[in-house]
């Protein structure tokens, strides 16, 4: 179970690390439902795009970590 766990980790951190701005404009495209403002015209901040940067990675070596001690 720990390993499908790890495994969960590594697939959706690995995206979000190699691909920042996409994963956050499709965040900025998600919070943009049931608002005024049209989700294809908003761009993400640059803190967001480095969040997601940060946060993929982090969470592909944990997800990497945890394979290789499971």
């Known amino acids: 179970m720990e390993s499908l766990a790890a495994l969960l980790l590594v697939v959706v951190g690995v995206p979000h690390?190699?691909?920042?701005?996409?994963?956050a404009k499709l965040r900025e495209r998600i919070?943009?439902?049931?608002?005024?403002?049209?989700?294809?015209?908003?761009?993400?901040?640059?803190?967001?795009?480095r969040l997601n940067r940060v946060l993929g990675a982090g969470?592909?070596?944990v997800g990497v970590a945890l394979l290789i001690v499971a």
């Open 17 to 23: 690390a190699i691909w920042p701005f996409e994963a």
């Open 31 to 49: 919070d943009a439902i049931g608002s005024r403002r049209s989700g294809s015209e908003s761009e993400p901040k640059e803190w967001a795009v």
């Open 59 to 61: 969470l592909s070596l």
